[in-house]
């Protein structure tokens, strides 16, 4: 089945360490995205990708990076400079698929991070 | 500097009456309104999407209008179900038929139907 895939689905993280979240797709779109959302609120973004090396900041860029090395992976890497990190992570892709019928979002399952 | 909001943070509704949930936005010029369900602990899963020069779109017990004068969108469930609870998310995207643009989202709104 087509779809995104985010990995670990938990992680807890020291104060001062980088993490990677990893997303990884095979729809075959070309765009992909990460949000992140904290609890009861909805979804903020952080970087999107348009192709294969190329990426733009979204509204909350600062202290994360992502790299786009290949179509089907959009790893995002949360570093010691993000100030309030715990938060639900959401890798997404755009494109066409059978159920929308229409340019949309698809969205992995979540990666939920926890500084201790 | 762009703003979405969706006006009600939670809707508590009977089962089998209309639920109404409402969009609003401001410095923005979306080519596409999209709604997303999401389910706690949940990736969003796309419902409906309406384009700028369409004032309303339906989908079997769901209907979305789209007024880009009043730059608002509303959208109804009909026949409520229980199994309609969930948040629903508004997402505008500027450049609708582009592979990338930046989508932004409202807070969401959690509806909850009671038996």
């Known amino acids: 089945d087509g779809g995104i895939t985010q990995s670990p689905k938990y992680l807890f993280r020291k104060e001062g360490q980088n993490v990677t979240l990893s997303c990884e797709q095979n729809?075959?779109?070309?765009?992909m995205y990460w949000y992140r959302q904290d609890p009861g609120q909805g979804l903020r973004l952080i970087y999107y990708?348009?192709?294969?090396?190329?990426?733009q900041k979204g509204d909350i860029a600062e202290g994360y990076s992502v790299s786009r090395e290949k179509k089907e992976s959009f790893p995002l890497t949360v570093t010691s400079a993000q100030k309030n990190p715990t938060a639900f992570y959401l890798c997404?892709?755009?494109?066409?698929?059978?159920?929308?019928?229409?340019?949309?979002?698809?969205f992995g399952a979540g990666s939920r991070l926890t500084v201790l | 500097s762009q703003k979405i909001e969706q006006n009600s943070e939670a809707l508590n509704i009977q089962e089998g009456k209309t639920a109404t949930l409402t969009c609003n936005y401001t410095n923005y010029s979306p080519a596409y309104l999209q709604w997303y369900r999401q389910d706690p602990g949940r990736g969003p899963v796309f419902l409906l999407l309406i384009r700028e020069n369409e004032k309303e779109k339906r989908k079997e017990r769901l209907k979305v209008t789209f007024d880009t004068t009043l730059k608002q969108s509303l959208f109804h469930i009909t026949a409520s179900q229980p199994a309609d609870s969930a948040t629903y998310l508004c997402?505008?995207?500027?450049?609708?038929?582009?592979?990338?643009?930046?989508?932004?989202f409202g807070s969401g709104t959690r509806l909850s139907i009671r038996p």
């Open positions: 997404a892709s755009k494109g066409d698929t059978a159920v929308s019928g229409a340019n949309v979002l698809t």
């Open positions: 997402a505008l995207d500027p450049e609708g038929y582009s592979s990338a643009s930046k989508i932004i």
């Open positions: 729809l075959n779109h070309d765009a």
């Open positions: 990708s348009q192709i294969v090396n190329d990426f």
